[in-house]
């Protein structure tokens, strides 16, 4: 059984995907998981010293965004992007948002 | 005598921008901007009930992120879009958020 609930991507709102976006360190994340086939948890973490609790947040976050999904293997959760459904959602965005982060 | 303050595109950090046009309010706002030369505060309002503190402070945020001039002209305060300033600054990025508003 699914313990994260993931949203269609057309129900996701431009201005919730923007603001998801409008945060260093989930968009530190992002570009992560860009790069990176997929996450656990811990290692999509943006530094060590961030608290548990704020980490969950920012993924919920992304996941309702429909930027990641996260599901469980083992004991680990595992996130990856959404990145093809999303840029079918919002053609172009995330290439243009990445291509400007360290701007 | 200038009444308002502008950033420097440069100094304006990509997360600001993105926050700035995370609002459906802003958002339909900078499009309105996008398609015409420029337009007096109460013109920018994304409506009519919108109250005058709200605007006030939606039209601050703009600023603030480097998207929006706001100069006066006789007895009105004009608003433009600091189009390509913003483009040089984040190039893609407007157009990217623009061309995915109504999807």
Not at 13 to 42: F, G
Not at 52 to 66: E, V
Not at 84 to 98: N, T, V, Y
């Amino acid at each position: 059984m699914p313990r994260f609930t993931h949203p269609r991507l057309e129900d996701v709102p431009l201005e919730l995907a923007l603001h998801a976006l409008a945060d260093p360190n989930r968009l530190a994340m992002v570009a992560r998981l860009a790069d990176t086939e997929q996450l656990s948890c811990t290692n999509a973490a943006p530094c060590d010293s961030i608290p548990k609790s704020t980490l969950s947040n920012h993924l919920k976050l992304l996941r309702a965004a429909g930027l990641i999904e996260t599901t469980q293997a083992g004991r680990e959760m595992i996130n990856r992007l959404r990145r093809k459904e999303f840029e079918q959602r919002f053609p172009g965005l995330l290439d243009a948002i990445l291509a400007n982060r360290l701007a």
